[in-house]
């Protein structure tokens, strides 16, 4: 049964997918790039961000979650479907305090290399004006959570990789933010900078510290391709 | 913490053997007893029940019922839902702000005494109402809140109160549900026939889901038998939260026996055990009667072991009680709810028939679909196709409220016209109908002889009636902030997108709104609605995009006809820096 294929069309391409596979998946190893920011390689996939939503048969699906079948014509790369990534992407960038020039994350933050490939070029909804709490208390890991775009890839991490569970979702709605397993700060928790968890955050919400600037502004990696455009690489921080 | 709160916080641990499927239950308790649920206590529960800290914030933060703040000892929740405001629910709040001394969504300097706001109760019909604990009081007028408050302060018990009346307002009964059924008579006929035959039988008779998508019963119950694993599960799903509906309300206080004579069809066919009732936080009241029910049926040899004398045919219910989450209605959050933890939904596939609670094969069924069931097993296919229209048999439900004569429930045959419905229920000059909650859509003149139908207007029941003086765009408004406040928070497009549409909306009913402004609202909230992961953002857009649909002339008597309109005061927004470095306000008529 391992040598079965499952044909699936994206883009008008034929790709030929493996049972069980995700949409997500497949693309990847065909060669075709489907936007996404929650999902990482390394992880079960979290169905946060929608970004990587396909179109299918007329019907709207997450590629990370959804399995291929037999026959499925995915739309992938049209206008229709990345208008509408490029508001969610939008409305990341309105949610949170996201100050780019300023930010250590900027050329390797994956929120604002998708801003770009999906041109967005100024946001025109208003700002929420959160007031989110920075936590140093952790030697080695800040959290910045006006950066925090709810990905859940740090609790994902935590939780199945490291089997350290540091982190976690607290409230509803807009009013969800990012939590750590302890009463005070990240500082209490048994997180380390090695862990799976602390090298995963998609953009400058998770950093290490006294490792800032390593890489020059200018040298990094979407500074010099955008995202997507060769492997779908997911560079760490500190890289 | 002092010893009497750990004492209490690790014998309701242990009450509950200290499972941790069971956090909802525990964290009710101890909110009950505590009045919150402190960093403290949350440490505490997790090391009873071996978990992370983290985990126990991330469920318990999530429902509305559970507080991190300190509570009074009597909690009052006000329903200021759209029909309870219609029928002067903020009169009634602003005579409770008198009377306590605090204002909504505080606790009185006594301590004694909180007050919140609440979405939909159940009692649209008897509106408005509110919750005190757990006992509800309907059909308030503000003249009543000093009685109520006096009562609370002395300690009296409320239930003793002449407003606590619940009237069952059961209008119109029809032949399919709201009809006597003799216990045990739904189980024998199916226990006299195979599994599959009864799914057959509901097959033939085309009965489709009531919670408003209509997904067909027999398929869902088919699907679930034969997927694999050692354990089945079925879910009557009586967390009715769309606002305006109540018919569950009615269906468990009248019709209790046929819910679990349904319930136990359900299991027969699909090879379940157990099977729980999860009914939503605010209907605690029922509980007490539920449970008084199912020990009858127990006592009764209706449930427990070898049901009605079918050998091996055992089968019992729980009943899970909900902590105040509108999404736990869509049932892979309720299932997630019901394993305590946060009510997120999951991502579909697997559906929860292949793999749902405890990863096992589970049938979530809606209350009313569970009656049904139970009647064509009495009546047959036949019989129960012979009502309704082709595709949509049977009858439906409709929960009745708002701006006509007679507010309740009543039993009408799928097919029915809008306008049918509306002279029926004494609404005939409705300017507007929002037919299926607000996640359903709005309907104006024009669209009243459309029927209710899987087909035409699809509706879980609720039905509320807009009579002419009402502003339909602002109650398009309060529900688009029903659903931001309800959002799980899981997924982008729902979490930021509705609140917003809030704020796009608000700019528009606010006079400050341009062309490009509805544009831009209309494109965002086709982006909330393609992008969002459940059900709840793919139609928490409805209510701006139904009306943009119907009702496109009170948009264009609310817009302005310049190009751009700020969403913010420049001058207001520059007042303080210039009081600061003292400069002028700008002059007159110009821009800044």
């Given at each position: 049964m391992t040598d079965e294929t499952i044909s699936i069309s994206i883009d008008g391409r034929d790709v030929e997918a493996k049972p069980g596979q995700t949409i997500l998946r497949a693309a990847d190893e065909a060669g075709i790039y489907i936007p996404r920011l929650c999902f990482h390689p390394d992880l079960p996939p979290g169905g946060h961000c929608r970004i990587c939503t396909v179109k299918v048969h007329g019907r709207y699906m997450s590629a990370c979650t959804s399995p291929v079948a037999e026959g499925l014509v995915v739309e992938n790369d049209t206008d229709e479907v990345n208008e509408q990534r490029r508001r969610i992407i939008e409305m990341l960038f309105v949610e949170g305090n996201h100050y780019c020039p300023s930010c250590e994350a900027s050329g390797a933050c994956e929120l604002q290399a998708l801003g770009y490939r999906l041109g967005l070029l100024a946001p025109t909804l208003p700002y929420l004006r959160k007031v989110n709490a920075v936590d140093a208390t952790h030697p080695d890991v800040y959290i910045d959570r006006d950066r925090c775009i709810l990905c859940g890839r740090c609790v994902r991490a935590s939780r199945v990789v490291d089997r350290k569970s540091a982190f976690g979702f607290e409230g509803r709605g807009i009013r969800n933010r990012l939590a750590v397993d302890?009463?005070?700060?990240?500082?209490?928790?048994?997180?380390?900078?090695?862990?799976k968890a602390a090298g995963i955050c998609p953009t400058g919400c998770l950093t290490l510290k006294r490792r800032g600037y390593r890489v020059p502004v200018g040298q990094r990696p979407y500074d010099r391709a955008p995202i997507g455009a060769g492997a779908q690489d997911v560079p760490s921080q500190g890289e | 913490m002092g010893e009497d709160h750990a004492r209490i916080i690790d014998a309701t641990t242990e009450r509950f053997g200290k499972d941790r499927g069971r956090l909802i239950d525990i964290a009710r308790a101890l909110q009950g007893e505590l009045g919150h649920l402190s960093e403290e206590t949350i440490g505490r529960i997790a090391g009873a029940l071996d978990m992370h800290r983290v985990e126990v914030r991330d469920a318990v933060s999530f429902y509305s019922f559970f507080s991190r703040e300190p509570t009074g000892k009597t909690v009052i929740r006000l329903c200021n839902g759209v029909v309870e405001r219609m029928m002067g629910a903020d009169e009634v709040a602003r005579a409770f702000e008198e009377a306590v001394g605090a204002r909504f969504g505080e606790t009185e300097p006594g301590q004694s005494i909180s007050m919140v706001y609440t979405p939909c109760i159940g009692l649209s019909d008897q509106a408005p109402s509110a919750l005190v604990n757990k006992t509800p009081l309907t059909r308030l007028r503000r003249d009543d809140v000093p009685g109520i408050v006096e009562a609370v302060r002395e300690g009296?018990?409320?239930?003793?109160?002449?407003?606590t009346e619940i009237k069952l307002n059961l209008h119109k009964t029809g032949p399919v549900i709201c009809a006597r059924l003799e216990r045990g008579v739904a189980i024998r006929a199916a226990v006299n026939r195979s599994p599959a035959d009864v799914i057959n039988e509901i097959n033939r008779a085309r009965l489709r889901g009531r919670g408003g998508a209509g997904f067909p019963t027999a398929m869902k119950w088919d699907y679930c038998r034969r997927a694999g694993g050692d354990r089945h599960f079925v879910i009557c799903n009586a967390d009715e939260g769309e606002p305006g509906t109540f018919k569950d309300r009615v269906l468990l206080t009248g019709f209790a026996d046929l819910v679990f004579e349904g319930m136990t069809v359900a299991a027969y066919a699909v090879g379940a055990r157990e099977g729980f009732?999860?009914?939503?936080?605010?209907?605690?009241?029922?509980l007490g009667h539920l449970e008084e029910v199912l020990r009858k049926r127990r006592h009764l040899g209706l449930l427990g072991e070898n049901i009605c004398g079918c050998e091996g045919f055992s089968f019992d219910v729980r009943i899970q009680v909900g902590a105040g989450a509108y999404v736990c209605g869509e049932e892979s959050a309720l299932i997630e709810s019901l394993e305590g933890r946060r009510g997120a939904p999951r991502d579909r596939p697997p559906f929860p028939v292949q793999s749902g609670y405890q990863g096992e094969p589970t049938s979530v069924n809606n209350v009313e679909t569970l009656c049904c069931a139970a009647r064509i097993m009495v009546e047959g296919a036949e019989w129960f196709a012979r009502f309704g229209t082709k595709d949509s048999t049977g009858t439906k439900l409709l929960s009745v409220s708002g701006d006509c004569a007679r507010p309740g429930v009543y039993e009408v045959e799928f097919g029915a016209s809008v306008a049918k419905v509306l002279d029926m229920v004494g609404g005939a000059d409705a300017r507007g109908v929002q037919v299926g909650g607000p996640s359903g859509r709005c309907l104006g003149p024009r669209d009243y002889g459309r029927s209710i139908s899987f087909d035409d207007v699809s509706t879980g029941g609720s039905f509320m009636v807009f009579g002419p003086q009402r502003d339909v765009l602002r109650m398009m408004y309060e529900f688009t902030e029903f659903f931001a406040e309800e959002s799980c928070g899981w997924c982008a497009p729902c979490r930021v997108g509705m609140t917003l549409l809030v704020r796009q909306f608000e700019k528009i009913l606010n006079g400050k709104g341009t062309r490009a402004d509805q544009a831009a609202l209309e494109r965002l909230a086709v982006t909330v609605k393609n992008m969002s992961r459940c059900g709840l953002g793919q139609t928490g857009a409805n209510p701006i995009l139904t009306s943009l649909r119907n009702f496109p002339e009170l948009y264009d008597a609310r817009l302005r006809s310049e190009e751009f309109i700020a969403p913010f005061d420049l001058a207001e927004a520059l007042r303080e820096g210039r009081q600061i470095t003292g400069r002028k306000p700008p002059l007159e008529g110009t821009h800044a």
């Open positions: 302890a009463d005070g700060g990240l500082g209490e928790t048994p997180l380390a900078a090695t862990d | 009296r018990d409320v239930s003793d109160l002449p407003q009732l999860y009914l939503r936080g605010e209907y605690e009241h029922l």
